[in-house]
């Protein structure tokens, strides 16, 4: 098998024609396409419908170049999307392809990837020890379809789980249920954070008993270093898709990820670019740059209300959203360094890499 | 003459604590007190008070140890608060201080500081000739006061001039006159860009018959590296802080600047690090960053809406405005260069340095 | 001909589950469907994509139902959305039929539709003279098909215009074109306010040589009350849909408008109200306002201001769009009267209605 | 005694210019003030700073004119200022005073203010029993001082209590305490329910053992309909203002309340203004309005996301506060009534009023 990742420019989130261009000149056979990932104009928070509009529109094309209906496309297909190109990050979505390997494998590990999807959680499943086992075992699958062997090779998982918005909430809690939050936002928080430690326990980053109902929100020294997750309205399942380099594939593509210890952490961003095999450099140069195919960042503001003892005022912001505020920072960080402002930043790093910092992952082509 | 610069957090608009108790512990001379730059909590628009507050605050404060009226201190210091702590930014207030030396020069340039007022403005004023000739006017003045004899000694010039509310240009309007824009914040815009074009006609970087009202908000080829001006409803003149190296002063203190090519050039950061004396490192360390004393950034969103090709969304933004998403972005950049959060930025950088880009200037002690 | 409205809730931009039952039901039949109104989640400026995700999901469903392709839906029939629910407003949506009649004309004016679109407009038209007359001929047009044979039948002009983002605006720049402003959404007030002058030298509400480029938000005692223009990304051509009163129609519906003076104009509603046969009374019953089929607000923030000598905020702030603050106040009012949220207002009423004001226009079943 | 309320325009949160010229002209005595209550230019949240810029200043005009010190007149007189001028709103103080009769009282009964403060409360005290029953206790002590003897001669008690940021809920939390909240938005509602209760308690709305720390936020049948409680950082202490009528005051002004049902209840509205002795009316003549001395309305988006029936967005917006959105709809829809835009309204209406609704309390000359 031979993955493949190609990043498009998103105008606007109903302007797919970047990728249908791609399938139109034969460069992307959309039958192929196993999962896309992407960064909307949206806030990212629970009335972002600017996931939704991109998810129908790329259904739409998919489906009209395959035959499949829209309904199926996007069963088949991890449409995951985050709102929010704060600052300098550039709205855009990554396809990702599988295709039969024309070449036998080399030897050396190429990218490789995987997909599963959860059963449907309902409010009261969200932030529950349910949602942490269902994504392990979710991970689990993926890992055996992408035929990633070890842990040690899994780099970035990518999870979408479901919001609800009030109206949601309320009917479960009538229904006599207790969701875990009665505010929509901090019940997007929950789900992510329980994600979280159900790929932690899945990739073997903490014990499986320690994945626990009780950690979320409250162990924060129990994290993922590869977890990447989001939630939106437009998901009721734990969309998941796993990335990681196996010898059973083939392909130009390699990936690397770091934990990022705090906001101003560019030693983690570095050691991702390192390991990709870039030289040392302050910032990849355009050349370079164009070898990144595409990067997945993980943020938040720190609970404490500091950053290497200094006082910030994100958590205090009632006109702009901590989530927004800290995207806008790490994402031109990382810009910064990876010479490239299409990256997919992304709030709430709950349990994702350490408190107060998150992860990062890259996707590269090898270095000759 | 002895210039120093004294840093403080600013938990809140209205504590101004750090400088009481630096002024308690003898630290400072409240009489010695020559200008205080800050950024503070607000949206840095025009309904953005809090830089109102810091002034109050700080007035009363410096009034009640020195014995002046705050009216007196009000008009003998310059108080140049910008609003807008996005992202990781932090909170705080940079003091300036001018003492009689008590060594002789060294021969070596130490930091010196100048400081000048023009005449009041109008509404009909901002944007127009006369604001760009009496800021160029200012700057000379404030320069032979520090006794900087070359331009190239001069490496910022942080200039702070009114903005009006609606209702003031409502009435200019109806008094029959023409302000530059009926919007208040685009007013902003022009009495950023022509206190600019006064600095750059003042410093030598364009010639003095380029300075033209038909050149603001249009010539974007015509800027300074220096400048860094800001506007605010609290105040009713240009009042104008020339900081430079004169080998008539003496003290611990040195400055460096640098253009800004783009919201990612961070080239241009490192070379205002690295003018300061310090080996290139891709963050300082946290030993090395104690010796920046103050670090002031000035940077907008770029008005053709592509960063290095690629599309931002900043400028069709109607939720947060361009400049906080650009402070948010370029502040957390420098900081992450510098290791420093607390660092002055700025958006609305029309002809501050290059156009989408901006300028740095940063205050450290000198290496040993 | 016989028209008929109904009025759908809009859970979310991309949900028309509303509609689909009412086509599934018989209650609507989806080829006679002539125009939908509607307002959605978003902000209502530039970069609000809630209209366009509707759009695409209204235009999915009725081609399901038709066998149309969904461009063809879409260029049949106008969809009309302006975002923005702020304070109690409900999202929702307003579908327009025509039909043959059963009955014969019963000599009582019913309810008329129209419908008509102009040519594409590009950046550099709009505000301009070609988008008056085009929009003045598309009225007379509109209201030559809705049989409407007199102005004075004419109660509400909805009409939909382009708007551009930044980097369309840049390329007509760059083309050598002037667009009326580089702003996004200061040029959306351009393409209202011309559109407005189109409507009401068709209805003859201004003399047609008043009706011209230099009194585009210049002269505002130029003005249609039956006006109500939005402008949004997902169109390139102006929408207009005529609705009126006309004896060669049928049906149990009857509309009425009336001009809003200013912000706290209740009169204008009351007017508006009793106008339907109405009692007067301070709030419509919950049974009254069943009879309420739809209702369209055009509303602004008073250009001086100020609002009965007293001074509001909404033209300094720099976290809220003026837009979203007059939506949700008089929004409110309006709700307050007809006892019902669902109600489409706008903002942005360049000449439409009286300057500070705006205009409202309400469809009801008639009194027995 | 003889109470009296003058309300002034606030341009800029630090413009008292308003009050000193009253004092000027003799029109009140500082010394007299007993409380001043004002709505302000801020988002009326955590980061708002224009309560204690306003409170600043107007400490430092009080006391240059009575000679205490400023600390003095803060301890003295509660200044109590609620953020947020959404919509028509128009930002205003209004100050009240009491003064020695000059003549003897008439027999018909006349306002009555009455101010008592509790002791400090910390992060972890707000919203538990301690707060309760401390403002209960103030409550009780304010009559007293007022002279009102009976609980139905209380029409309005305001409150206002601490509102803590992240960085003070962490240190408490960090010393073993455990806030309501981590939240500093949702630790001002626990505050402004648990005064609420307090009211309650005090003027007899409930029984004095249900109002415990276990119904705060739970139990919203429990409710006061004439408190109005808001928190800001600014104070430390609940101060408390008791306004109602009595037999042993003198003057003009009399005072009414209603309790609000939901968003849209006008009835409410009208019977607290024909509660003053004004015959009803969709809107006050201009001529009436004057009459009124100041408006206090408390209200809030509904829980259930839903206004008699149809959904509203409130609750799920991440751009706009819930509160600011509620201000400005049911702020406008009194201010339509009442023909007056400077009207206290405050959101977070939590026991204050009946669930998703509120109060008004209105003080007004007495009709002759």
Chains 1, 2, 3, 4 share one sequence.
Request: hydrophobic share 45%.
């Amino acid at each position: 098998m031979r993955a493949d990742v190609l990043r498009f420019s998103l105008p606007d989130p109903g302007d797919v024609s970047g990728l249908r261009e791609a399938i139109e000149a034969g460069k992307i056979d959309p039958k192929e396409i196993v999962a896309v990932i992407g960064k909307t104009h949206g806030n990212g928070l629970v009335n972002d419908y600017t996931r939704g509009f991109l998810t129908l529109s790329l259904a739409l094309l998919i489906s009209s170049k395959t035959g499949e209906t829209p309904d199926a496309v996007r069963n088949r297909i991890p449409f995951i999307f985050s709102g929010g190109v704060e600052g300098v990050l550039s709205p855009h979505y990554s396809v990702f392809t599988v295709s039969p390997s024309e070449a036998g494998t080399s030897g050396e590990k190429a990218l490789a990837i995987g997909v599963a999807f959860t059963p449907e959680f309902k409010p009261e499943d969200v932030g529950r020890q349910r949602q942490i086992d269902l994504t392990a075992e979710a991970v689990a699958s993926a890992m055996r379809a992408a035929g990633i062997e070890s842990p040690a090779d899994v780099h970035f998982v990518q999870v979408k789980g479901p919001a609800f918005t009030l109206t949601d909430i309320v009917a479960s809690t009538n229904a006599g249920n207790k969701p875990a939050s009665d505010n929509p936002g901090k019940l997007m928080g929950f789900g992510r954070a329980a994600s979280s430690l159900g790929v932690a326990k899945a990739v073997g980053e903490i014990p499986a008993v320690a994945a626990t109902e009780a950690a979320v929100l409250k162990d924060f020294d129990l994290f993922s270093s590869v977890a990447s997750c989001s939630a939106g309205v437009e998901v009721r399942v734990n969309e998941v898709v796993v990335v990681g380099l196996s010898s059973k594939w083939t392909g130009p593509l390699t990936i690397s990820h770091a934990a990022i210890n705090d906001s101003l952490d560019t030693a983690g961003i570095h050691k991702a670019v390192e390991g990709l095999g870039f030289a040392p450099a302050i910032q990849l140069s355009a050349q370079d740059a164009k070898r990144i195919r595409a990067g997945f960042v993980k943020c938040e503001a720190s609970r404490d209300g500091l950053i290497r003892g200094k006082i910030h005022t994100m958590l205090n912001d009632g006109d702009i959203d901590q989530q927004r505020h800290i995207r806008a920072a790490v994402g031109a960080i990382v810009a910064s360094v990876i010479n490239d402002t299409a990256i997919f930043v992304s709030g709430g790093a709950e349990h994702q890499g350490p408190d107060g910092g998150g992860m990062i992952a890259l996707i590269a082509e090898r270095a000759h």
